[in-house]
């Protein structure tokens, strides 16, 4: 079977995905890269648990005076629901809609896009209301390592869906380009994995104290 | 698209080389970048046997020494032993599985290229204002401590060289599971296929810590953060933890290939098949297993208590019961079989003792009320030296006689191999058994020089003896390398005439599609099953067909380039203003080569049937 | 769950019954996807009403233990069959994060 072979809503496969051997290294090879990033978050997670609320001193700000229910709970909701619509991409794909998985991506996209200038613009608040930096403090340097880690993988999701849209538009689905639509959607479900962890862990743990 | 059978400029081979996805080339690259660096590792490790041959020596000052002695663990560990490994896996491992090539041929070569890339950064420090000082392990309270840029070219360049560690990993790991022969089920794998397996899941687990590990570094060391630092909160056991959860599992990463290598011999040159493959299998996956919960036994002079150390104590103390399980299956396989004593059987057997040596030592040093005395002294230096050296570059060097018939296609000399084995064995244990006792009576390790009349000097000196006879012993190897590439004889798909795996019922080298049609494996050593049966080659499991391969690439080399490029911006960003542009501009490269990557269809090309049956009648591919 | 070997011979019956089965796997998702928003508020509210933290840590992590559960089996489709190999491979990280994570927590400190 020839990758970029022509097909019809009849003749799609169910698992486009894996049709090919090229899909079936390439969904496997994805799903193993999370299994390191998950030790990768996991070794974040661990530095900053053990440096929280560390500081040189008294005038610093912890995490229980830092954190604000609202704006988390915001993001949050942004990125659960970026995680579905990404979910109706995938399903419009395996049915062979193209216009509407790309409909659907693009609101991922918006998502995505809302809840990062959300994260700079809570980054900004802490520096400048907070002086709760970067350099600071042990705790500042764990804070914003992993959470900033978290961002900058939304930033690279968001910049590797954009491509992959911009650049397949006129294409549509093929069984070349339905695994890179498959593992750029696994990607960004596992961005929302490691979130659901953050806002657990960070910001709900932080505000308990 | 074709372009085999043809002669070619040095231009076009270099080219070639360059852009190449080929895994048989890629595992050249690997080994001539490896074996080049594993001669820059050795001659610092002369170096230091020079300084320490006589007391109060001044051949290099204490600082030097100290760059030295950190170059010598880093380029070893992380730019000669791994390479080369990768070298071996790159060359047989797809072969042993019946495959035409690896899953993801273009990350092959990116995960090349990061590696030299990174190497050849790590090494620049020499020329660049120093090199790193903090020993390989780069203590935290040490490296933060360390001026110039030293710790920044280690933290850079092992960033760099490690992302491609990591993909590699991955890729092996995707083609064990996906493209495997029809018939190749796991249990029928060859055991280096399986230490494949196991040691890419171990990098795969084992390489994030150290890359969260050297983040961190680099953020205190260039950003201004405070992990390492007590005085803002930080703390710096920290780092200790991240790099021992990556370090120890790196030591099962190095050997357990090693140990796929030495039962691929064993079982060749007893001409018997391996005793208990089904234990042997167990026992690397359990080495895997366990080597995730014992690293902390680096760190038991630390102050973890005794809770975690005794835990740590005994978790570590297990792992020597695969070992055992695999030492006595070696043993067992050669006994009763029908031995040859060809070099690489040589160092097969070599390995048994003195391996076992060095894990006897291991399991004292696991006992963390004796390691308390041992810590920091030359007996542990020794004890590391007999398990890398006894087991690992006893199988590259034997391995690099295994192998280098079906790499190269001819056979290396057997005299001039066996004159390098002795060479080296001797020079050896010359040099590092008497390192015990040096620990013992309480050298330190690390140490630049030592005073007249601590008792030392006989047993350094014996010690450099034995550095100079490992030394003649590589360049004898060197001699033989080149003369048998000058003389340039051919040999037959299986030269030592007793191979069992699929790698051997092909031709020397391999055709570049590997197997013109995939081979049906009817068990365990599926080539000299047939053999057996009196057939000259495989059976066929497919018709000839049109055989589909991926083209070259030069955008690997231009990513590695990019991220060279972007690590001496960050590095030099806070003394110079080119210093962030720089980096921008690096990472520029770097995404914009991945964007042109995926913007450009590549669906590669296929070589058709008809050529394949030319390549029948026309002889060489 | 798996619609890889549907095979009636006949494409016709086959789109028919690969339509209802992944309009049904979709319903499912949106279930979970509910599921997710309401285990979210959950844990907001826990933690917004000042209840002991020996009550409110362990009770927030279930639920995003429970809540990644759904996005995993659901949204990544880790319930079909041919996940098994990135099963092992995610729970072997997940075995070597909770050890990381347990020595961070109890002797990086002392």
Known sequence: MKADEKFTYETWPAAPEKQTLDGKNKFLGFWLFLGGETVLFATLFATYLALKDRVPNSDHYLAKDLFEIPLVFVMTMLLLTSSLTSVYAMYHMKNFNFKKMQLWLGITVLLGLAFLGLEVYEFNHYVHEYHHTFTSSAFGTAFYTLVGFHGGHVAFGLAWIITLMVRNAKRGLDLYTAPKFYVASLYWHFIDVVWVFIFTVVYLMGMVG | ?621 | MANEELNSGNPKVDIEYRRRKSAEEMRYQVVSFAMMIFLTFVAFIAVGYDISGWFTIPFILVLAIVQVGFQLYYFMHMSHKGHEAPALFLYSGVFVAFITLLAFMTIIWW
């Open chain 2, 1 to 621: 698209m074709s372009t085999y059978a043809q002669k070619k400029g040095v231009g076009a081979v270099l080219w070639d080389y360059l852009t190449t996805v080929d895994h048989k080339k890629i595992a050249i690259l690997y080994l001539i970048a490896g074996g080049f660096f594993f001669l820059v590792g050795g001659l610092e490790a002369m170096f230091i046997r020079i300084q320490l041959a006589v007391p109060g020596n001044d051949f290099v000052s204490a600082g030097v020494y100290n760059e030295i002695l950190t170059m010598h663990g880093t380029t070893m560990i992380f730019l000669a032993a791994m390479p080369l490994i990768f070298a071996f896996m790159n060359a047989v491992m797809p072969l042993q599985i019946g495959a035409r090539d690896v899953a993801f041929p273009f990350l092959n070569s990116l995960g090349f290229w990061l590696f030299f890339f990174g190497g050849v950064f790590l090494n620049l420090s020499w020329f660049l204002g120093g090199a790193p000082d903090a020993g390989w392990t780069s203590y935290a309270s040490l490296s933060l401590a360390s001026e110039g840029h030293g710790i920044d070219f280690y933290v850079l360049g092992l960033q760099i060289s490690g992302a491609g560690t990591l993909i590699g990993g991955i890729n092996f790991l995707v083609t064990i599971i996906n493209m495997r022969a029809p018939g190749m089920t796991y249990m029928r794998m060859p055991l280096f296929t399986w230490t494949t397996f196991v040691t890419s899941a171990l990098i795969l687990f084992a390489f994030p810590p150290l890359t969260v590990a050297l983040f961190l570094m680099l953020f205190d060391r260039l950003f201004g953060g405070n992990f390492f630092n007590p005085d803002m909160g930080g703390n710096t056991i920290i780092w200790e933890h991240l790099f021992w959860i990556f370090g120890h599992p790196e030591v099962y990463i190095l050997v357990l290939p090693a140990f796929g290598i030495f039962s691929e011999i064993f079982a060749i040159f007893s001409r018997k098949r391996l005793f208990g493959y089904s234990s042997m299998v167990f026992a690397t996956v359990l080495i895997g297993f366990l080597g995730f919960m014992v690293w902390a036994h680096h760190m038991f002079t630390t102050g973890l208590g005794p809770i975690a150390n005794a835990i740590f104590s005994v978790a570590t103390m297990a792992i020597a019961v695969p070992t055992g399980i695999k030492i006595f299956n070696w043993l067992f396989t050669m006994w009763g079989g029908s031995i040859k004593f060809t070099t690489p059987m040589l160092y097969a057997i070599a390995f048994i003792p003195t391996f076992t040596m060095g894990g006897v030592t291991g399991v004292m040093l696991a006992s963390a009320a004796q390691d308390y005395q041992y810590h920091d002294s030359y007996f542990v230096v020794a004890h590391f030296h007999y398990v890398i050296v006894g087991g690992v570059v006893f199988a590259l060097l034997g391995g690099l006689h295994l192998y280098w018939p079906k790499m190269f296609g001819t056979m290396l000399n057997e005299a001039l191999g066996k004159v390098t084995f002795w060479l080296f064995l001797i020079g050896f244990h010359l040099t590092f058994f008497i390192q015990h006792f040096l620990g013992l009576m309480g050298m330190p390790r690390r140490i630049f020089t030592f005073n007249e009349g601590q008792g030392f000097e006989t047993a350094n000196l014996v010690s450099t003896v034995g550095a100079f006879f490992m030394a003649v012993a590589t360049i004898v190897l060197l001699i033989n390398v080149v003369m048998t590439i000058a003389k340039n004889k051919k040999v037959g798909g299986d030269p030592w005439g007793d191979g069992r795996t699929l790698e051997w019922a092909i031709p020397s080298p391999p055709p570049f599609y590997n197997f013109k049609q995939l081979p049906l494996v009817r068990g365990l050593d599926p080539y000299w099953i047939e053999k057996m049966e009196g057939n000259k080659e495989m059976t066929p499991a497919e018709p000839i067909g049109d055989i589909h391969m991926p083209n070259n690439s030069f955008v690997p080399f231009v990513i590695s380039v990019g991220l060279f490029i972007a690590a001496f911006g960050a590095m030099y960003h806070n003394e110079h203003s080119w210093g962030i542009p720089v980096l921008i501009i690096g990472m520029l490269v770097v995404f914009g080569s991945m964007f042109f990557r995926s913007v450009k269809d590549d669906h590669g090309y296929h070589i058709h049937k008809e050529e394949l049956m030319d390549d029948d009648k026309g002889g060489k591919a």
